[in-house]
């Protein structure tokens, strides 16, 4: 079952006095199955961030349509934008976006308190998460006082502790060390085993390769799209890289 139908997307940025068109996104056409997990890779400019940001209901399309459980995400009203975010979409940041002022505890609880919700009701759902990402006991800390790795998977746990009907990651290993990618890319395969539908736009080669497909943005299209099926890491890795260097030699 399509969790996520994009049909002829398009987007384009005109200069203030009209003069300079960039044709970001030129008719971008794919869907997303329920617990798919999915990563998007292009050059930069190829558009895969513009695609991102509508997806996320944070920018709006020139043309075309975003069903989400079929729902046209192009035609909710601004008023009611930031309330179907929270309600059905997890975001997970490169820069983590967690506010230093707040516990960690209390930044995974933020989307709940704005949903108003109890605190033990909170709790009950918080307690499972933590464990599975392996941040109990960082609960009670403050984002300066743990690693980039720990901030990550606190962001993790915020982006899904409202079971979000999609989950969207913008290079989530991308301020992270070889070893803390590595963590969170097993955190992510695991997050995706439970039905989580995943979406995540990367430059990473290796994050790329444990996705189960792969879509490739060049100059404002969908170009290319590889299936995981029955590649093993090493397999899927090197026919990533093949599609990479096509894509930067200008391939069609």
Sequence with gaps: MNILKVDDLKKTYVSRLGTNRVDALKGVFFSVEEGEYVAIMGESGSGKTTLLNILAA??????????????NVVDIKESDMAVFRRDNLGYVFQDFNLIDSFSIRDNIF???????????????KLEPIAKELGISDLLDKYPYEVSGGQKQRAAVA???ITKPQLLLADEPTGAL???STD????????INKTGQTI?????????????????????GIVF????RGEKSFEEMYKAISDTLTLLSQGGK
């Design 224 to 227: 290319h799209e590889l299936y």
């Design 158 to 160: 915020r982006a899904i």
């Design 177 to 179: 060390d070889s070893k």
């Design 183 to 190: 963590e969170l890319l097993e955190v992510f395969e695991n």
């Design 58 to 71: 944070l920018d709006k399309p020139t043309g075309g349509s975003v069903l989400l459980k079929g729902k």
């Design 199 to 219: 979406l995540m736009v990367t430059h990473s080669t290796k994050a790329a390769s444990h996705a189960k497909r792969v879509l490739f943005i060049k100059d």
């Design 110 to 124: 933020l989307p709940l308190v704005l949903k108003g919700e109890k605190h033990k009701e909170m709790n009950a």
